[in-house]
């Protein structure tokens, strides 16, 4: 089993992704996991000393940005889907998780157009904005906060 698991940006996002890849080696010590991260955060330091294959994309933020920083921002991130495809179509996933951050969303979106199958994972009470767009192209939603487990079953979040 070939298995991409995603996140970038912060550690609410990053270690959610690496203990989701713990669970995975330990539920099937055979996997094959990449872990894909930005190339500015602490994911590659955290993939590394889990023992994770670890590749990094150039993504960057739209939220909250002026028209120059928007245009930047597309502009980064289609260089991030590109790359994203390619990687996806080289290591041809079973699955790929995402557990939030904008690198999380060129990476799905690639697996989606690719054939693999998708999941995104989310450790806040309310969903990111990646994840609220993600939520649309995934087979399969993980949170946290059971209390609002009804939302995830709609697939229509706040």
């Known amino acids: ?28 010590p055979d996997a094959e996991i990449l872990f894909i991260g930005t190339d500015r ?13 670890f590749y990094a994309l150039k993504a960057a933020g739209i939220k909250g940005k002026g028209i120059k920083d928007l245009f930047r921002a597309a502009t980064i991130n289609i260089g991030a889907f590109s790359k994203a495809l390619k990687i996806v179509r080289d290591f041809r996933p079973d699955w790929i998780i995402g557990a939030g951050g904008y690198v999380t969303g060129m990476v ?6 690719a054939g693999s199958r998708c999941a995104i994972q989310e450790q806040n009470i309310l969903p990111g904005l990646t994840n609220r767009i993600l939520s649309h192209l995934s087979q399969k939603i993980f949170w946290h906060f059971l209390i609002l487990a009804g939302f995830s079953q709609r697939k229509k979040w706040l």
């Open 41 to 53: 955060g602490l994911e590659e330091k955290v993939a590394k000393a889990n023992d994770l294959r």
């Open 1 to 28: 089993m070939k298995i991409i698991v995603t996140a970038g940006g912060t550690g609410g996002h990053v270690m959610p992704a690496v203990s989701i890849a713990g669970a995975i080696r330990k539920k099937r």
């Open 108 to 113: 799905v979106l690639a697996g989606r157009l």
